[in-house]
């Protein structure tokens, strides 16, 4: 059991070195990109999503509302 | 007279037996649990099916030339269903809160003590009468802990096909059962300070680290631990489809048609492993107390861990986040926000759940490749 | 020179036989009533397409190394095609108006008789010279009369591999035609009145009702007819999955991907089984009468018992519904709803003959069931 | 052929009985539901559609069309 | 002190060999052109995962009883991935351009040259020491020339398995490369009088047409050439779900699921024939060779072609369509377009050379065909 | 090596002219249709793309911006 938790333990550190070596990498040499935009744009996550400008949020809401009920009546 | 008798021999009724029944009764059980409990419906829902389409007299669809039988021997005998629900799940799960934090990975390595506990759990079990588990029995038992039900059904069905049924019932129930099982222990074993805890807003993680994290991934596991490496390669070729923004299509196709057709098949071939004679036994019901006392033991090993890393950080760490380190994505890391809104209505830990979640899939999934080595000579 | 002959040697041309030649013409025949006649385009198309590949001279694309053989082995000879697509069926029908009005179960065993009277035929038919036809035989003729494509294959995959191709062409092709077949009969034996009755509003059916349904009807199939289990429960398990309302991807992934996906490769494996030698025989041409027999035998039976419930009832069904019971949904209910408008404008049957409607699809699965409890001893 | 389809019918019958039988359970016993709607959500059946409100109805069509002309373009 | 040093014989590093490290390297070479180069990334990521993934020291997941080595037997050694793509294909495209002017199937004919010039250059190569390449061999290499990857891919599955790999990663690699092999000699070709010229509207096509077009061709090749009876069989199936009309749901399960789910596991499989005992030989240095100049060829003897139907046509012809019949599909075409708009920015040439690059789809698998029919006796 | 690219000559040829044969005959024989449509219906080919109403593409263009937008936010 101690080799068994001891090697995914140090399976799991090396992979955090990695990880900060990787991502210091990419901060140095890797191309300068929009970063805001990079996390929001693929976390699935709820609660963590972004606002945008508010007009255009109120037009989506109400083509949204509008495309879940054809999808309602035309599914089934 | 006689075709009357002919005709009664050929019903159900007149040839079933005890076993069957309960096991009917057992099908239905897993059912009502999935549709009117919402336990892992996805899963259990075909499970239980499957259990009672295996179990009805006469029909031998469980048998090696019945649907099932011949579904199980093509798609979990050869491990291929398991490792393309793993494929969908990689493309499914975003690993951006575990690249912006790598430590959290600690914490995922933490919570796989429930995993190995529980393997001498099994073999201690052994001194009890009626139990005689294989150490491949009790390697097989032991993976629940990792609250991980693709690793689970991979690892049985390589080490303990026999127990399968017992197993992936076992492991999807208290993945269901997460949030009854873990908030008192998470609340035992943290103080209220701790619980309250607001971490700092993770940082944004850029397109390219989201690439490089899979294929990182899998080249230390091919150096490291090549027995992980089937459930790791999918899972990091799922999220490769997924990050690279160039396989829209393949990357749609895993997180939806392949995942779906895959998880219908396989539930119903895990009742082809949920016959009386496999199921009625005092094993599994060792099963089931090995399973959630894994489940326990993880969460506590998560966070008490996350304790440490609290301290250590000087209380940047909120302990909680560590009892998602059992995987259960999501909602071990739903779980932990909820326990951390009850101490502060304004701290949401979703967010910093999600690094030890998703960590406690690689870890599960690596504590896999470990059994298989320890075990397989 | 020799050269040249090698070369002409391997062409298709060179090597056609005459059966060839005609089964290529019947597959373009099915293609064209496929597409130009609309006769049920989803099977035709891709039959007809099997049969024109498998006759291909020399490529052996319907032999046991061809691909169509190949899908035919792995998809029909296990059974496991069909059963899919019935899946597919169940999560796709909904059961609301048989449940709403469970009487109409006996319209759809009424229209059986068309297939039980079909064995007797195909029985008898031995009597002509030229017609050798075993009881297996007989028994996979007869399930045409239920006018359902999946049974009809999965029995005569079972019963009479031999006999599959063309089987499969004639039960497709009756369905297609139960616009033209149906009514005559119909008229013929209803009087006006009848066909004018105005029937009851359905009443509502609670989400419960429909989750139960598929489960009990399993478990009464398990109960009495365990021979009918395979098809019964993959009819019950989509439709389990559609309504349960927790398994939404699965049941969406059902009704199109798994079902879409089989209908072609089902289609084209059926092609394997329309070689000459199998299919330009005698016996196909017996197959093709005793399949109208059947269709218009158990149409008869159903608009009579349908009569019988109409005078049970004091005239609250309208006799037509009972043409429904041969299944062949949705089109046997279009007819009924459309010869009922005949006689008054403003009565819309559809509803109402959709009860029976999937009262037959259950029917022609208990048949089937009964007819491989009695062939296989 | 007696036999076959006397078990067909024996099979059916029991059937029709069961489901009167839980018909009346789940009445007696079932949860209260909104049933108005359930027998219409479920219902593929043509000419069973509901009618909705009838402004909601016009903006669903509407759109409905130009979702319609949209994916005939980008289908294909 | 044992058991440490039997953990570390577990491990990847300690038993990697210099082979697998170089094809640890050539998979992650081929997932960068991928996702970075954009280089046909729905194949090569996949083909380079499933490099990396069946080099990985002691998991034998391209083995026999591992992960790839079981798709690779059950999807590529029956030829069904490559034949389920190509159904893919023909329901994903449109032969409207070629029915409107079927000359262009001479272009689409003339582009195959460049496969026989490379079948003579991979026999002479067996001058060269080192290399000793069967006719089989030299068959499937020259498929390349196709600039077709599911046909290379069912021809050297068939005729030389254990070059698969060198040829499925040349085959994309080069059809990737199109817009940078094929510009040259276009220009050196053609004089700027030449690329200028413009070309009439096509007619417009009826839905008739389009319907008996797949028809008459898989006719036509049953007659002629039986052993392209897969190939073109299926091709033909997918464009005639697609252009019928009366099965939408089976064109859009074609061009969707069946695609997208065999693409990743084709690609997958291929991997399993990039171990380094297969890959990394003499020979595939050979095969990138012969493939570039294949395509090289097959390019310049279209646009040759071109210049002489130019002639005849009395330059209604733009010889620039020509280099669109090595298929590569649509690549080819847009790079055509691309150099015509050089000389004349009115002068739109996509659509022309639609035509001859769907003929080169059939011309190179009419050429498999008549490979198959040449080698194997 | 000649005999092969012969064959492939000779089957596009005959193709040719079944294909010339085939739309000789159907112009002849099939049934009328309206066939500046068919053309463009199919052609997923870019720059085919026709112009429908000015009008009604202005609001397709909203929609589809609106269903864009919508779906970026759900789908990830
Ligand atoms: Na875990
Ligand atoms: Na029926
Ligand atoms: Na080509």
């Known amino acids: 059991m101690g080799i068994g938790l001891g090697v995914v333990f140090s399976f799991l550190l090396i992979l955090v070195a990695i990880l900060v070596l990787m991502s210091r990498a990419v901060a140095r040499w890797g191309p300068a990109e929009p970063l805001a935009q990079s996390l929001t744009a693929t976390a699935p996550v709820p609660g963590a999503d972004p606002v945008p400008g508010a007009g255009h949020a109120r037009v989506i809401a109400a083509i949204t509302a509008a495309i879940h009920a054809y999808r309602r009546r035309h599914a089934a | ?377």
Chains 1, 4, 6 share one sequence.
């Open chain 2, 1 to 377: 007279m006689e075709s009357a008798l002919t005709l009664w021999q050929s019903t159900g009724i007149a040839n079933l037996t005890w076993r069957e029944l309960l096991m009917l009764l057992v099908g239905c059980g897993l059912i009502y649990l999935a549709i009117a409990k919402r336990f892992e419906p996805l899963l259990l829902l075909p499970i239980g099916f499957g259990a009672i389409l295996c179990n009805i007299p006469l029909a031998g669809i469980g048998g090696p030339d019945g649907m099932l039988g011949m579904i199980y021997a093509v798609g979990i005998e050869t491990g291929i269903f398991p490792l393309l629900i793993f494929l969908g799940v990689g493309a499914l799960t975003d690993f951006s809160a575990l690249i912006a934090r790598p430590s959290t990975l600690v914490l995922g390595a933490a919570a796989q003590f429930g995993i190995f506990a529980t393997l001498l759990g099994a073999l201690a079990l052994n001194l009890v009468p009626g139990f005689d588990f294989s150490l491949s029995d009790a390697a097989a038992i032991a993976i629940i802990g990792g609250a991980d039900g693709p690793t689970a059904i991979f690892l049985a069905s390589r080490l303990a096909p026999d127990l399968l049924g017992a197993i992936a019932v076992a492991a999807y129930s208290y993945m269901a059962l997460v949030p009854i099982i873990q908030p008192p222990i998470m609340r035992a074993l943290t103080t209220k300070a701790e619980r309250g805890i607001v971490m700092e807003q993770l940082r944004p993680v850029s397109r390219l680290e989201r690439i490089l994290f899979p294929l990182m991934l899998l080249l230390l596991c091919a150096m490291l631990l090549p027995a992980a490496a089937p459930l790791i390669g999918m899972l990091t070729l799922g999220n490769l489809l997924r990050e690279s923004g160039v396989v829209d299509r393949l990357s749609r196709s895993a997180q939806n048609e392949i995942i779906n057709v895959v998880t219908i098949l396989l539930g119903l071939a895990i009742g082809s492993k949920l016959s009386g004679e496999l199921f009625l036994t005092t094993q599994t019901l060792g099963i089931l107390i090995l399973g959630a006392f894994a489940f326990a033991i993880g969460t506590g090993a998560g966070v008490l861990m996350g304790k440490i890393m609290s301290r250590l950080t000087g209380r940047k760490v909120n302990p909680l986040i560590g009892a998602a380190g059992v995987s259960a994505v999501p909602m071990a890391a739903r779980v932990v926000n909820k326990v951390g809104l009850e101490e502060n209505h304004h701290n949401f830990l979703l967010m910093h759940a999600m690094g030890p979640n998703v960590a406690g899939v690689i870890g599960s999934a690596v504590a896999a490749g470990v059994l298989i080595a320890l075990v397989t000579p």
